[in-house]
């Protein structure tokens, strides 16, 4: 039996894993949930669930979920950083679910390795930010990290019983958004609603952001750089629309390992929790004759550059990718309030990225100040074009 915390329940990824752990009644039970405001769902997991704690984002919300909560029910409730932290760190927790999404999931899964939990990891932005601080925790404390990303789940399927020597290059797979075959003059027009209709993946609205301006690839370039310990020259991305190859590995034979399946995060939210076993899940394989095709391109520069942004802020590295993480949610979040327009998200990342003097081997409160320094910058510099 595994008991797991789970960051982020109520969201696209968290609610996902619930589901698996309803399915799988003798293997996992919930220590611990925590969401941000959305104490209705939140009640409700409580309810079905049973943690022993419970985690919000302030006082206030934490009231709002005792209210809703039958009187009898034993379940500690905190709120805030500290919240979340404990959440990640409860002694009886076996596996922390890291779903939050954004920045806000980085101190409670650095607090998770301290604590000795292993972790399975759908939030990307914690090792975009401190992706080298995460890894020597991981390693000095020697617990499990599991990636939960579809593409980094893949790669790990994918580099098993193979030697770390004999990669050639990792191959990630981009679905290419919905904006894959738009023309360049058109994506001035696009709105929040068009850009938050995902082509394959149902998923919460930042990241579905992220996917159609291919900055959630170029996050996912710079967590596979430290989840697999390899140069940023030797990951490459390749636009394949149909989300059925969830990315590959090639080798110095020649050969390609890919890892396939139906783009339904269940199986990698299920591999991540139970490694090394499979669960039978209720998942179909693709039905390759349906299909009829597998197509692959190369990712289009000039009309995706957020990509591009990534490798240049992950290749320099120290606090330049908190830098870009953190204007990528500030721009993010302005495109979705309607105060910027969908092409004014990549320059908000490059002109903060720009005013940005880079520290190397950042430690972690550099990297908290970077972040919160890149948060003022891309708000001031929105704030300055919407005068
Ligand atoms: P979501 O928006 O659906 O859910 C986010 C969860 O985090 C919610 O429970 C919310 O209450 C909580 N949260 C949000 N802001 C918070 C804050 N400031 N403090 C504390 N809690 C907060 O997001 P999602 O799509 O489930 O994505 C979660 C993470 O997983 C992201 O990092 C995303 O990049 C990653 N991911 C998601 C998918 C997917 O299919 N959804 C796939 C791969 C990776
Ligand atoms: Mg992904």
Redesign the pocket.
């Known amino acids: 039996m595994k008991s797991l915390s789970i960051l982020?329940?109520?969201?696209?990824?968290?609610s996902s894993a619930l589901e698996i752990v309803r399915q799988f009644p003798d293997r996992f039970t919930v220590n611990a949930l925590?969401?941000?405001t959305?104490v209705a769902v939140l009640a409700r997991q409580v309810v079905q669930f049973t943690p022993r704690l419970a985690a919000v984002?302030d006082a206030d919300h934490a009231r709002q979920l005792k209210a809703l909560l039958p009187p009898t029910m034993d379940v500690e409730i905190v709120f805030g950083e500290a919240g979340?932290v404990e959440a990640a760190t409860c002694p009886d927790t076996d596996m922390v679910l890291g779903?939050?999404?954004?920045s806000?999931g980085l101190v409670p899964t650095l607090a998770a390795i301290d604590a000795g939990k292993d972790i399975a990891l759908?939030?990307?932005?914690t090792l975009v930010m401190a992706g080298d601080i995460v890894m020597a925790k991981i390693a000095g404390r020697g617990v499990k990290l599991m990636p939960?990303?579809?593409e980094h789940s893949a790669i790990y399927q994918s580099l098993a019983g193979h030697s770390h020597n004999g990669i050639r290059e990792i191959l990630l797979t981009a679905s290419g958004g919905p904006f894959l075959k738009w023309p360049a003059g058109e994506f001035s027009a696009i709105t929040p609603k068009d850009a938050l209709r995902h082509p394959n993946?149902s998923?919460?609205?930042?990241?579905t952001i992220d996917s159609a301006t291919l900055m959630n690839k170029g996050l996912e370039v710079i967590e596979a750089r430290w989840l697999f310990n390899i140069d940023f020259h030797r990951i490459k991305v390749v636009v394949h629309p149909q989300s059925i190859v969830h990315s590959m590995v090639t080798y110095e034979d020649g050969a390609v390992i890919a890892q396939m399946g139906i783009p339904d995060?269940k199986g990698a939210i299920a591999y991540g929790l139970s490694h090394p076993r499979r669960l039978p899940l209720d998942v179909p394989s693709p039905d390759f004759a349906h299909i009829g095709q597998l197509t692959f391109e190369d990712p289009d520069l000039e009309r995706f550059p957020c990509l591009t942004l990534a490798y240049r802020a992950g290749e320099q590295g120290g606090t330049l990718p908190a830098v870009l993480n953190a204007a990528n949610e500030v721009a993010v979040s302005a495109f979705l309030d309607n105060r910027l327009p969908f092409t004014g998200i990549y320059p908000i990342i490059d002109q903060t990225l720009n005013h940005h003097s880079g520290e190397d081997g950042a430690d972690l409160g550099q990297i908290i100040e970077a972040d919160r320094w890149a948060r003022e910058t891309a708000l001031s510099l929105i704030r300055r074009q919407e005068r």
């Open positions: 982020g329940a109520t969201g696209s990824i968290g925590t969401a941000k959305n984002y979340y779903a939050m999404v954004g806000a759908a939030n990307k932005e939960v990303d579809s993946w998923m919460g609205s930042k990241i995060m």
